[in-house]
């Protein structure tokens, strides 16, 4: 303020001083230091009397725009981080929709006559269709063909082997194989006697069996057997894991399927 008041005096003391002499001016500048002395303190007591410019407030508003700058900059971080999680979770647990010539991702019709037991592994098995094979995250290993079929039966609390080539030995073969009846096969190599891949009957009507399972080409998929070339040549029998021995003998044989 004092400055600006030398200043405001100055420029004063300069417009009413006349294009005189030396002298003449110090005369002058002498008479008029009362007026000036009046008009300085008129000044500073106008501004000191005049509302005090927005400075401050500008300076909270760029800090508040600065701050919601950097609010807006982190939330846009944030939610391109959780898309790139989304779509990394997407990809890992892709779930298929639709059909194709002798498989499905849609469940199958479970009969009303079915165990119960029976009936809740199926349902664990339909809510894994559309889960890219060895799927992780969902088990405490991955969704490979033993891995699916140990998982779902582990949600019933049976525990069973986590190899398809165990899994043959630890079954009871059968030759007509009714829905949670394990199908075995041979791996990628035709010619090969040993079991590399097997799945789960969900259905078997008129000898057109059905099962699930996880494959490497297609996921977690209903597919037909008999309907599929590749499976039908590979197709190394069935067999009842023990935990299931005694639910189907329950029903008449005439019944025992849809």
């Known amino acids: 303020m004092s400055r600006y008041k030398q200043s405001l005096t100055t420029f ?24 000036l002395e009046q008009t300085s303190t008129a000044a500073e007591l106008y501004l000191e009397s005049a509302p ?34 989304h779509k990394k979770d997407k990809r890992s647990r892709s779930r298929r929709r639709g059909s194709g010539l002798g498989y499905s991702y849609e469940p199958v019709e479970i009969a009303s006559h079915t165990p119960e037991l029976i009936r809740s592994v199926m349902e664990h098995g339909h809510e894994l269709l559309g889960h890219r094979y060895r799927s992780s995250g969902i088990a405490p290993w991955p969704l490979d063909c033993s891995g699916f079929v140990k998982y779902i039966f582990s949600l019933e609390g049976i525990k069973i082997p986590h190899s398809s080539a165990a899994l043959s030995v630890y079954t009871s073969r059968l030759s007509d194989p009714k829905p949670g009846d394990l199908v075995f096969f041979r791996g990628s190599n035709r010619g090969s006697s040993r079991i590399g891949h097997v799945g789960m009957v969900v259905s078997n009507e008129a000898g057109d069996i059905k099962m699930i399972h996880s494959s490497s080409s297609k996921g977690i998929v209903i597919e037909s057997i008999t309907g599929s070339a590749y499976y039908s040549s590979r197709y190394m029998g069935a067999g009842r894991l023990p935990q299931l021995a005694g639910h189907w003998r329950q029903l008449p044989d005439s019944i025992a399927m849809p």
Do not use: E
């Open 52 to 85: 005090a410019k927005a400075s401050q407030p500008k300076a909270k508003n760029k800090r508040k725009s600065k701050t919601n700058t950097k609010s807006a900059q982190a939330k846009s971080k944030a939610l391109a981080k959780n898309s790139k999680k």
């Open 12 to 35: 004063a003391v300069v417009l009413l001083l006349p294009f005189t002499s030396p002298t003449t001016q110090a005369a002058q500048l002498q008479s008029s230091l009362p007026i």
